[in-house]
């Protein structure tokens, strides 16, 4: 069965360095998505995209992030300048199309710790 | 603005008792209402999911979850709890975006 995959399962960064995380969505999926979840906290949409461009984005999606799909396959997260309060899961999710219709497939997520 | 309330962080079960997990929402519309399953490092995977055509879901593994609009909840029940089900659950509700909005979920543990 057709999985999202996400790529590390675990990294550790220092503050102030840029970070990359890496999904490879479904590949006949046309909506990519990202969550993340603190620790004991909320899972909490980040960002959605469609046609190689953000269609919503959350408040915390702020300037220190971006978002691309650099290739047919992969869809990146970019945190430029990591903060301590940055460390989290992040999930990315991808579907077939647009709303709550249809299902998100989610990865299993990258642990960053910032330190 | 939309939001889920899961109450109980933990919920522990003997094997073949009643699950119930508890989820109250919050919406300004008619909501999209799931619940979400999530297995020791693997991603979050769809139980089932409230589109307003049935009030009682059925989903996968046994469960079903029932909403009740007077009540704002969509509580997650399974009859039977297998050692299987030990898991973390997430109740999520979407206004019809693309985004979902999660709640802290419930950790479920089953003992023998």
């Known amino acids: ?115 | 603005a939309q939001s889920v309330t899961q109450l109980g962080s933990h919920v522990s079960v003997s094997e073949g008792a009643l699950v119930l997990l508890r989820c109250n929402y919050s919406s300004s519309v008619p909501p999209y209402l799931f619940w979400y399953v999530q297995y020791p490092n693997q991603g979050l995977q769809l139980l089932l999911k409230y589109t307003s055509a049935a009030t009682l879901v059925k989903g996968i593994n046994g469960f079903e979850a029932e909403f009740k609009k007077s009540e704002t909840s969509f509580h997650l029940t399974k009859p039977s709890a297998h050692m299987s089900d030990a898991a973390e659950y997430f109740c999520a509700v979407s206004d019809n975006t693309d985004k979902l909005i999660f709640g802290t979920g419930t950790r479920l543990q089953v003992f023998p």
């Open chain 1, 1 to 115: 069965e057709p999985e999202v995959t996400q790529t590390p399962s675990h990294q550790v960064t220092q503050m102030g360095q840029e970070v990359i995380l890496r999904c490879v969505p479904i590949s006949n999926h046309l909506y990519f998505y990202w969550y993340r979840q603190i620790l004991g906290q909320k899972v909490e949409f980040l960002v959605s995209f469609y046609n190689n461009e953000i269609s919503e984005k959350s408040e915390i999606f702020d300037d220190q992030f971006s978002v691309e799909r650099p290739d047919g396959s992969n869809f990146t997260l970019k945190i430029r300048s990591t903060k301590l309060e940055d460390s989290a899961m992040y999930f990315c999710a991808s579907s077939e199309g647009a709303g709550p219709v249809y299902e998100q497939y989610f990865g299993p997520g990258t642990r960053l710790t910032v330190t």
